[in-house]
């Protein structure tokens, strides 16, 4: 039997079990050819607090990304099959994943610096494209990180649970409506914004029939008296 070299993948599925991939442009043939379904991804939103793999600290995205899932409750790729060794992709899988050689970084950080897939690539139906824009426009982080700055100098909270609530509103009306299914709800409108908030250093506290307060992680409570809704 032929002896790898070091700087051959031997396919232990390490990579695999540490993270999913960030797709890139190229990555878009995949769903255009039935590899991947919008329920199998979801979206990281530009201005959202994430464990940067390769830097290996947290940091606030610059671009939004689109990530194949993990299995519930793990860092580990969704298509790392059983074995915990075997790509269920492996003849068709994404970019970042045939440029990563564990033994030499440099290429899969090159490719990481250069443009990502975005949502609007691959959303085909234009009423679905314009929600997915206006949900964006209106509950930005950057309007995020705007309202928790203004709270924290003693402003009010209504500006932040405006955009907690209206991020719910959307997944709820597409929904409703049967626009969308619920499970590429994550590709569309990314992460439900309340489970964002501990990256500013923010939780809610209660539940939505009875509203939430918004608390600081620091234990201070806001000083209005009445608890926000969302
Ligand atoms: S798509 Fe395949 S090769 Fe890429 S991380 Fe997932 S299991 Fe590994």
Redesign the pocket.
């Known amino acids: 039997m032929r002896e790898l070299s070091p700087s051959e993948c031997r396919q232990c599925?390490t990579?695999?079990q540490k993270?999913?991939?960030t797709l890139h442009p190229t990555d878009a043939d995949l769903f255009f050819t039935g590899v991947l379904s919008l329920a199998d991804v979801y979206t990281l939103r530009k201005g959202e607090f994430v464990f940067d793999n390769i830097s290996g600290s947290v940091a606030r995205l610059e671009e939004e990304h689109i990530k194949?899932g993990e299995r519930p409750g793990t860092r580990i790729?969704?298509?790392?099959?059983a074995d915990g060794s075997?790509?269920?992709?492996?003849d068709s899988?994404?970019a970042?994943?045939r440029t990563?050689e564990c033994w030499n970084p440099d290429p899969l950080v090159a490719l990481y610096d250069s443009s990502k897939l975005e949502r609007q690539a691959l959303i085909r139906d234009k009423s679905i494209k314009e929600l997915v824009l206006h949900h964006e426009e209106r509950t930005s982080f950057a309007r995020l990180a705007e309202g928790i700055q203004a709270l924290a100098s003693g402003g009010p909270e209504e500006p932040i649970l405006d955009i907690l609530n209206f991020d719910l509103y959307i997944r709820d009306f597409v929904m409703e409506r049967s626009l969308l299914e619920p499970d590429v709800l994550p590709f569309h409108f990314g992460r439900p914004m309340i489970q964002c908030l501990s990256g500013f250093g923010y939780r809610l506290e209660g539940d939505r029939g009875r509203g939430y307060v918004l608390v600081s992680e620091t234990g201070n409570r806001p000083s209005r008296p009445d608890p926000g809704r969302v």
Request: charged share 15%; with cysteine.
């Open positions: 599925g990579c695999c993270s999913s991939p194949i790729c969704r298509y790392l099959g075997t790509c269920r992709i492996y899988r994404p970042q994943c990563l």
